[in-house]
């Protein structure tokens, strides 16, 4: 019942139908940015399509970026654990490339970390959710760049599925407000983001991860 609130209530704002940001044959539409890959071509890239999936292999650390700007926009992502859990992420609003830890993109992460899915990590972008002091941290500490807390803790515990099993993840962005959802439950709802459109991207962050299903949809309003 859960998920099929859900799916009515996303169908509100909706203008356009949606359209799949991966053709499950290769990475058209994609480019990779791998540090590694600028000393070493001869590594393995960490992007790779398997049985029609995409798939993050973890290492070396890098993004997979796509081609073209997006804004006002739903994106539903399908994914899971192909083996031992732990992290990974979609970032939005991308832009300069390695602009943290020369590695990341300035954007705002939504977190797929084992146990932590929904979480915003701010990457020299920002953005306010109610409660900033208890999901954040002492203010004074607060910052978009390295050695500050950039984390923001998403709403609810226990959202995910078993591992091994496929999970939804929903991400609306329209204008400065970014609401996600993790298999039907909002886990997280920003507001005042100081980015409003950029390119969207996947994380290579350790662990393999499948993908199944990236699809985005034009919206003109966040889901009530």
């Known amino acids: ?97 390695r602009a943290l830890y020369k590695m990341f993109p300035k954007s705002i992460e939504v977190q797929m970390m084992h146990e932590n899915a929904g979480d ?31 984390r923001i803790k998403n709403l609810t515990d226990g959202s995910e599925k078993p591992l091994g099993e496929w999970n939804n993840m929903t991400i609306e962005c329209v204008g400065d407000e970014i609401k996600v959802w993790v298999n039907g439950d909002l886990v997280n709802h920003g507001h005042d983001a100081t980015v409003s459109k950029g390119q969207i991207a996947v994380q290579a962050e350790g662990s393999e991860v499948e993908f199944r299903k990236i699809y985005l949809t034009p919206i003109s309003s966040i889901t009530p």
């Open 1 to 97: 019942m859960k998920i099929r609130l859900l799916v009515l209530a996303l169908t509100i704002g909706c203008n356009l139908p949606a359209q799949s940001l991966f053709n499950g044959k290769d990475l058209t539409g994609w480019h990779m940015d791998v540090p590694a890959l600028d000393t070493n071509t001869q590594i393995q890239v960490p992007f790779i399509v398997r049985e029609g999936m995409l798939v993050s292999l973890g290492n070396p650390g890098g993004h997979l970026i796509t081609d073209d700007t997006h804004e006002n926009y739903r994106l539903e992502v399908e994914y899971r654990f192909a083996g031992k859990p732990g992290n990974c992420g979609v970032l939005v609003h991308a832009s300069t490339p």
């Open 120 to 150: 915003f990590w701010v990457i020299v972008e920002d953005i306010k959710v109610p409660d900033m002091e208890t999901r954040r941290g002492d203010p004074a500490d607060w910052g978009i760049t390295e050695g500050k807390l950039r």
